[in-house]
């Protein structure tokens, strides 16, 4: 069976490239910025996040046990922000008989560090019960020009049980109660979703609320179907996915006047595209975007490859 708990990471970083644009495209910084802090202090968008979010810069995981894991995700990320590479993510998602577990790690390069310069860690594992995915422990680490954040998570069917969180700034900040850390899934569990079947899709996939917690915020993603679509990985994937709009909606733990928090909640067209991991029943994004009127934020997998046991 595969042990989770006997996981061993390694996370390997690089550097990323700046693409050239066919005509110069001006933005104001603080535009810029508020998409860099988002990647990088706003657990919805990472991983997505995952990644989305995702976090979201380079991430890149290796977990021990992978010969008895019965499925492997590796992925692999472009992001950019006005056709300009702006970051790198890989992912690895390991799945058991009835444990899965997500490793991710990420740091800025290129032109992001013109106006910020950090990288973060993030990780996950649970229990699959009855088709789904529960989340028992989360662990992030977010290093900036400005702060060092640290959390730890351990939850007990969608309540928190322990945490242990570096303390953030107060001023402004919408207080987080004891009601607001149950009934949650952490920002890594969230970017799975389960389907029927094995490669099964279903415009139900996008209808939900996912309720966050990432032990500073919590907030709701909510999804709605938006339409089908077909995509094409360098490696890996190429096929069908499930297109859902994405709504961001800060409810505790965030500051109202933070250029993210309105970047997000201020009604851009958001959506993710879901792709099937093949021989589970579960989708991922496969590319994630937030469109603007100066410019579109897009992260999109270059490889989306799965391994199945032989």
Request: hydrophobic share 45%; proline share 5%.
């Amino acid at each position: 069976m595969f042990d989770i708990r006997r996981a061993a990471v390694h996370h390997a970083l690089g550097g990323t490239a700046v693409v050239g644009l066919p005509n110069e495209v001006l933005l104001p910084d603080g535009a810029l910025k508020g998409v860099i802090n988002m990647m990088f202090h706003s657990r919805a968008a990472q991983t997505p996040i995952l990644a989305a979010g995702s976090a979201l810069a380079l991430m890149t995981a290796v977990l021990g046990d992978i010969a008895r894991a019965e499925t492997n995700l590796d992925a692999s990320y472009t992001i950019s922000f006005a056709r300009i590479r702006v970051g790198d993510i890989t992912a690895t998602i390991a799945f058991g008989d009835s444990e899965y577990a997500i490793s991710a790690n990420g740091r800025a390069g290129g032109v992001i560090k013109v106006l910020l310069d950090g990288e973060g860690s993030f990780t996950t594992r649970g229990t699959i019960t009855d088709g789904h995915p529960v989340p028992t422990n989360f662990t992030s680490k977010i290093v900036s020009n400005t702060e060092i954040s640290h959390v730890t998570m351990v939850l007990d069917e969608g309540s928190v049980k322990e945490l242990a969180a570096t303390p953030l700034s107060s001023s402004g900040r919408v207080p987080v109660t004891e009601a607001n850390r149950q009934g949650i899934i952490d920002p890594l569990t969230a970017m799975l979703f389960w389907a029927v079947a094995p490669g099964a899709f279903s415009q139900e996939t996008c209808r939900r609320t996912l309720p966050i917690f990432d032990g500073h915020q919590r907030y709701d993603l909510k999804l709605a179907f938006k339409r089908m679509d077909k995509v094409t990985a360098e490696k890996g994937y190429a096929g069908p996915v499930v297109v859902c709009s994405l709504r961001y909606e800060p409810i505790v733990g965030h500051i109202s006047s933070n250029a993210l928090v309105k970047y997000l909640s201020e009604g851009r067209e958001m959506e993710v595209a879901l792709a099937p991991v093949a021989g589970r029943r579960v989708l991922a994004p496969f590319r994630l975007s937030v469109v603007s009127v100066l410019a579109n934020l897009v992260i999109e997998a270059s490889r989306f490859e799965a391994t199945l046991p032989p």
